[in-house]
């Protein structure tokens, strides 16, 4: 999706291929530098609601590892680790895709999706084009 | 709470104690503190700290569980439940491993003073070659 959004076009197989990605049991976040090979710069950083701001409004494609709670759209009670796409900050809500919803995107306050991310201590990879 | 009283009378009146509860009452036997009175709000209100606090434990557990479990995984088809309170023979909690339609895959102990996890490489690497084979599974079902 992150690499999409950049306009490179890329398959879920070499994707998959390329980050080492097992079904089931998914794929170390630290890998997405592995995204590089396609002529992008990646950084994976910890990073707060204002750095994801600022970058997309840099046209820098923003991942965040979050974990599931309630407050995320489409989750329940399952609380695994997970990745996202976000789109867009605004005061109140952050806009994201997640890859596990077969819609999309979909809206959480940012107090749910600050939760969520900060079990994963704010970790996030930055992508854009070199 | 405030400062607490004293009494060697243990054997005093129990009227006489419990007049004036708006500081604990210290009992005790021999010179040594055998017991504390409180008003039955102080007591209210201890008990629910201490219902907080194992319930902050619990997360804790949990996020020890998970560290363990998921290491830096995303998109890992494992949920976790709940830490279950184990208190004997050592105090420990108990957290469960689930596929995402309800399969209970695996129980992870947490030593409740060490944070210990009692989940070795191997198991772990067992419990990913579970969730692996029974997604895979699942998705040729579908």
Same mark, same amino acid.
Do not use: C, Y
């Given at each position: 999706m992150?690499?999409?959004?950049?306009?490179?076009?890329?398959?879920?197989?070499?994707?998959?291929?390329?980050?080492?990605t097992r079904i089931g049991v998914g794929t170390p976040f630290s890998r997405v530098e592995r995204l590089?090979?396609?002529?992008?710069r990646v950084r994976v950083t910890r990073a707060s609601i204002d750095d994801l701001a600022t970058l997309l409004a840099a046209d820098i494609a923003a991942i965040a590892a979050v974990t599931t709670t309630p407050g995320l759209p489409g989750w329940g009670n399952i609380r695994t680790q997970h990745a996202v796409?976000?789109?867009?900050?605004?005061?109140e809500q952050i806009t994201y895709h997640d890859p596990s919803l077969a819609y999309g995107p979909v809206s959480a306050l940012c107090d749910e999706f600050l939760l969520a991310w900060g079990e994963m201590d704010e970790q996030a990879a930055?992508?854009?084009?070199r | 709470m405030g400062k607490p009283k004293r009494t060697r009378e243990v054997g005093a009146s129990y009227s006489a104690l419990v007049?004036? %509860? =708006?500081?604990?009452?210290?009992l005790e036997r021999d010179g040594?503190?055998?017991a504390v009175l409180v008003s039955i709000e102080e007591y209210e209100r201890y008990q629910t700290l201490l219902e907080e606090q194992?319930?902050? %434990? =619990?997360?804790?557990?949990?996020?020890?569980?998970?560290?363990?479990v998921f290491g830096d995984l995303v998109g890992c088809a494992l949920s976790s439940g709940d830490a279950v309170w184990v208190p004997t023979p050592e105090p420990h909690w108990r957290v469960p491993y689930r596929s995402f339609d309800g399969r209970l895959l695996a129980v992870v102990e947490v030593d409740a003073h060490t944070h210990t996890v009692s989940l070795t490489d191997e198991e772990r690497a067992a419990l990913l070659e579970r969730i692996e084979r029974l997604t895979?599974?699942?998705?040729v079902a579908a």
């Open positions: 992150a690499l999409a959004q950049l306009g490179i076009v890329v398959t879920q197989t070499q994707l998959a291929q390329t980050l080492g590089a090979q396609w002529d992008v796409l976000v789109v867009k900050v605004d005061a930055f992508v854009s084009r | 007049t004036d %509860l =708006s500081h604990p009452i210290i040594q503190p055998l194992q319930r902050m %434990l =619990s997360l804790e557990a949990r996020r020890v569980a998970d560290h363990a895979a599974l699942n998705d």
